[in-house]
DNA sequence: CGCTATGTTGATCCATATCAATAAGTGTGG
DNA sequence: CCACACTTATTGATATGGATCAACATAGCG
């Protein structure tokens, strides 16, 4: 069943960085045409290879996206609310490089390519966005790519936990958001070596115990991880 | 020596996407600030967190872009004539993520930074060249990533002789532009480990003499290395 | 309350890194 | 133009990080 985005999606949507620079009337444009839809978990939302017809919004929920070869696959990211994914396919009008699915019951709003591609054309203030998201989503990549190359993966899962607690305002004990077996694939790794790994750093005071994370030692733990603003910050 | 682009370079600079778009007063204003600069090999145009002053584009010669942490090095990408490099730090004005050396002696254009942000705000066919080139980047960056993740070390090189070979015009013979090492370092993996897996692709037609490249059978090499658009076309 | 998927642990294997020695280029200055 | 120095490439021996296979534990979930 699809539907026209409520009024109370609008505001959600608006309040994201690509759509608060945007004219009103364009806003609208896109919104006409968009649709919002409630998944359950675990749904295909779009294969790897696939024409891009919609830019998608996640409200709520979660996606991860993922990517296959020769029967292997790893996951590539998590996108968590509110924010967007392949933008990069949408601009291009290229198939898209990942897959996606849902990981939880998910609300996600469909804006059709080419009206992005034509209020792009038309809205230098949602142009100045795309392009702003756009860098940020390639230095996100080259950021990844650096970690992957430039870290064993007990350094990637030391950086990884870091990171997440950041995230959580910096607090000592925070949660896992998803299951293990996909931190691993994330990181690059097997779910064996990740179990492991967990192991490798309670040494520098790193206590997991279920989907927890305890940081019993900040300086242990970033003596060993080293982390580094040009490879682990979210912002620039 | 710092000196503005002589004529003779305006065209190849205006030839590049990004430039093709662009309205003729804006392409004034971006030449204008500019400097072209000869540099020797095994220069240091950039280092990774300095901030980024200027879009560079690479006349001739080439560029590798790197990254290191801790003491470690790898190398991203080559830059090649006539492109441009760094432009997601130029545009979001943050530090730049990679450094670049010079492998060769090359002839460089220097573009303000601020001058491509402010001719990006009033010129909308640069605007799309912008976003387009981004995009384009962004793609690139997953591709390697999933290149990294799906593949072995073996994969990689197999299906990076095939993506040279089709640069090189689809000849079963051709040459490495630069240094196994730089190469190993490329593909995430030792100078040993290369040498090594040039052995490993004997069994399927490949031959490495020095620099040079033989493909003796194209099916073979193919056949193993399972090359993938999603993950090879440097195009789309 | 079982059933199934996920996570852990142990044993083993394999790919790749590291260390060491040698060979082959490459460039420089006499 | 050659000799020397230095970097790069190759090869061999070994070490190790991580994958794989197998067994078991655990936790969600219907």
């Known amino acids: 069943m699809r539907l026209r985005p409520p009024e109370s999606d609008f ?3 608006r309040s994201l960085d690509l759509f ?6 364009h806003f609208d444009v896109l919104m006409r045409g968009a649709y919002v839809q409630n998944f359950p978990p675990q749904i295909e939302l779009i294969a790897e290879g696939d024409t891009c017809d919609f830019l998608h919004v996640v409200l709520s929920g979660s996606v991860d996206l993922f990517s296959s070869w020769n029967g292997r696959e790893t996951s590539m990211a998590t996108v ?3 924010s967007t994914f392949i933008l990069a396919a949408t601009v291009k009008d290229a198939p898209y490089l990942m897959s996606a699915r849902t990981l939880e019951k998910s609300r996600i709003v469909l804006v059709p390519s080419k009206d992005v591609r ?3 054309d038309i809205d230098p203030g949602f142009a100045r966005a795309v392009v702003t998201e756009l860098a940020q989503c390639y230095r996100s990549v080259v950021k990844n790519t650096k970690d992957l190359k430039l870290r064993t993966s007990l350094e990637r899962l030391a950086n ?3 990171r997440q607690q950041r ?3 910096g607090a000592t004990t925070f949660e896992l958001q998803f299951e293990k077996r996909r931190l691993a694939s994330f990181l690059g790794m097997t779910p064996e070596n990740l179990s492991r790994a967990f192991k490798g750093l309670q040494p520098y005071g790193v206590r997991v115990e279920g989907s927890q994370f305890v940081i019993l030692s900040q300086s242990d733990l970033e003596r060993f991880a080293k982390p580094n603003p040009l490879i682990d910050d979210y912002s620039t």
Chains 1, 2 share one sequence.
């Open 160 to 162: 990884y936990i870091l």
């Open 167 to 169: 995230r959580a305002g």
């Open 20 to 25: 608060t620079e945007i004219a009103d009337q």
């Open 80 to 82: 968590r609310p509110v």
């Open 11 to 13: 505001q959600n949507i």
């Open 118 to 120: 034509s209020v792009f």
